[in-house]
């Protein structure tokens, strides 16, 4: 089953929840492998890490580091 881009979106949100629940402070890519439709999202690796800079962009729920490809993990209210 392919996601839908909004299905693909959820789950690595859900994910960023799950992370935060496990007290991670970084994530990157390398944190929602396997990529394509072995793993939990369904796409691939180019898509998350867009989403990931999206996000960071947004700075509400993570923030960009010195490291490429790492984020810090935040805990928005």
Do not use: N
Not at 6 to 20: N, P, Q, S
Not at 32 to 42: L, M
Not at 46 to 57: K, M, T, V, Y
Not at 70 to 77: E, G, S
């Amino acid at each position: 089953d392919d996601k839908s881009k909004e299905e693909a979106l959820a789950e690595l949100m859900t994910m960023l929840v799950e992370y935060r629940e496990q007290g991670l402070d970084e994530v990157g890519p390398r944190h929602f492998q396997p990529y394509g439709k072995e793993g939990r999202i369904g796409t691939s690796r180019g898509w998350i890490s867009e989403r990931l800079c999206e996000l960071a962009d947004d700075g509400i729920h993570l923030e960009e580091t010195e490291t490429a490809g790492t984020y810090k993990l935040l805990y928005p209210a």
